[in-house]
Structures are given as C-alpha cells and as structure tokens.
T-cell receptor, first 115, second 111 residues
Framework: AQSVTQLDSQVPVFEEAPVELRCNYSSSVSVYLFWYVQYPNQGLQLLLK??????LVESINGFEAEFNKSQTSFHLRKPSVHISDTAEYFCAVNFYTGTAIKLTFGTGTRLQVTL | DAGVTQSPTHLIKTRGQHVTLRCSPISGHKSVSWYQQVLGQGPQFIFQ???????GRGNFPDRFSARQFPNYSSELNVNALLLGDSALYLCASSSPVGELFFGEGSRLTVL
C-alpha cells in the first residue's frame, strides 16, 4: 500500500537551533516528493520539491530536504530556525501512475519555535 | 501573476443544504485539483480535472461532484451537506511538471 508517514506531530525548538522534520513513505512505484508549509488560516505553500536529479533540494529560506530512496525518506532540515518558521509542515508524495496528479499528504508536523 | 484564487473564503451552511465552491487556476495551468482538509489533518484528494475531463477521484461519496470550464476554472459541488463536511476546501493548479500550487481555501462550516 502507498502511504506517507510523519512520525512527529509536534516539534518544539528554540530559535537558532537546528531542526529535522521526518517523512517516510511506502511505495512500489516511482515518486515525486514535496514539502508544503501552512501558516494559520492560510492555504498550503510549496516549500521544496524533488522530481528528479540531485537528491538534495533546497528552498530559498534555508530549508533543505534529501531524498533517500533506500530508506524511502524525505526529511526536512534547517540548520538554524527563526520564530517566523513556526507553522504546520506537510510532506506530500505523488505516487506516479501516469494518470492523475494526486498528492498523498502526511498528517503534518507542527513546528513551534520559541525564544 | 495572480495565484490560485478561490471563492468564497468562508461560508456557513446547514445540514442538507448544497454548496458550490469556485476556483481559478494560475494562468497557463490546465489542471485543477480539489482537496479537503479537516481540522488537524492533512489534505485529502477529492478530484483532479485536466482539459475539462476528470483524471482522478478520491474516496469521497457521490454527493461530491466537480467540473472544469473552458477557461480552466472549476467548481466543486457538495449536496446534502453533513456535519462532517465541515473543512477547508483547497483548490490547486498543476504545473506541467506536476507541482501543485494551492489557493487560500474555502472554509465551510456545516451547522
């Protein structure tokens, strides 16, 4: 079965500390991988994506994620977080079947950054 | 360029009523998808349309329907509303490489 797992529902961290948000998936087909961020009362914003090529992908605001095919993971990391990074983060996977573009989302991880 | 636009942003309905939600994709995008996000959960796939044809459907009852117009905008219709239909309904348009860009959503409350 195809599934996406975000094991951590909440991650509290102090400002300027590093953080890792974990995402694992289960699939028998090729995948495209995404991280989305959702601020309160807003829609989802695409943070970064892996479609092909380099397994390490970066966002413009300092986040990075690495596609690990053997471990079926796509963990999100940031070396130093800021208060403004407080939000809900969703890992999403497109299990490529050649027809619909359909994302399967994890349950989300609430990143809470404090001083 | 405008992003994905959705209307209305908020609405309140009572059980048994019908609702229509609207979405305009990013200019140049031909595919629109709909997702339901219940409070505290990740979004769930409802439909994808491409060039006015349904490409995919999630595990939702027949009370949910959608369509896409020649200008690529889309409507999501939900009939016979239930309390459990209360959620944030997100519309997304897809780039040619499969990235989804979401709108701000329509928050539906069913009383």
């Amino acid at each position: 079965a195809q599934s996406v797992t975000q094991l951590d529902s909440q991650v509290p961290v102090f400002e300027e500390a590093p953080v890792e948000l974990r995402c694992n998936y289960s699939s028998s087909v090729s995948v495209y991988l995404f991280w989305y961020v959702q601020y309160p009362n807003q829609g989802l914003q695409l943070l970064l994506k892996y479609l092909s090529g380099s397994t390490l992908v970066e966002s413009i605001n300092g986040f990075e994620a690495e596609f690990n095919k053997s471990q079926t993971s796509f963990h999100l990391r940031k070396p130093s977080v800021h208060i403004s990074d407080t939000a809900e983060y969703f890992c999403a996977v497109n299990f490529y079947t050649g027809t619909a573009i359909k994302l399967t989302f994890g349950t989300g991880t609430r990143l809470q950054v404090t001083l | 360029d405008a992003g994905v636009t959705q209307s209305p942003t908020h609405l309140i309905k009572t059980r048994g009523q019908h609702v229509t939600l609207r979405c305009s994709p990013i200019s140049g995008h031909k595919s629109v998808s709909w997702y339901q996000q219940v409070l505290g959960q990740g979004p769930q796939f409802i439909f994808q349309y491409y060039e006015k044809e349904e490409r995919g459907r999630g595990n939702f009852p027949d009370r949910f329907s959608a369509r896409q117009f020649p200008n690529y905008s889309s409507e999501l219709n939900v009939n016979a509303l239930l309390l459990g239909d209360s959620a944030l309904y997100l519309c997304a348009s897809s780039s040619p490489v499969g990235e989804l860009f979401f709108g701000e959503g329509s928050r539906l409350t069913v009383l």
